[in-house]
């Protein structure tokens, strides 16, 4: 099989959004085999979720994301990873 090169650097010229949308849909997607149900978001879903799993402090990934709040950041949080920490579970607080 050959393997796709694509040769896209940042640069000073404006590209919409709906650019990078086409050329997941007709270049990328195709290139690397994904089925249809494969949207553009999901890699950054996805980001967001290992980002969360590997402890990354929650204001950088909202800040990486682009969320307006953390309660959007949290949305992506594992469902394994709501249970509250030992730490904290065993916190005595003086107020």
């Not at 950054?44 to 800040?63: E, M, P, Y």
């Not at 950041?73 to 003086?94: C, F, G, M």
Request: without cysteine; positive net charge.
């Amino acid at each position: 099989m050959k393997r796709a090169v694509f040769r896209r650097v940042p640069g000073r010229k404006y590209h919409p959004a709906k650019h990078f949308g086409d050329f997941w849909t007709l270049k990328m997607k195709k290139a690397l085999g994904l089925p249809a149900q494969y949207k553009f978001y999901s890699l950054k879903d996805t980001g967001i979720t290992d980002l969360i799993r590997a402890n990354t402090d929650l204001l950088s990934v909202r800040d990486q994301a682009r969320h307006h709040s953390l309660q959007m950041t949290d949305l992506y949080t594992p469902l394994e990873s709501r249970e509250a920490n030992e730490t904290i579970r065993h916190h005595e607080s003086y107020f």
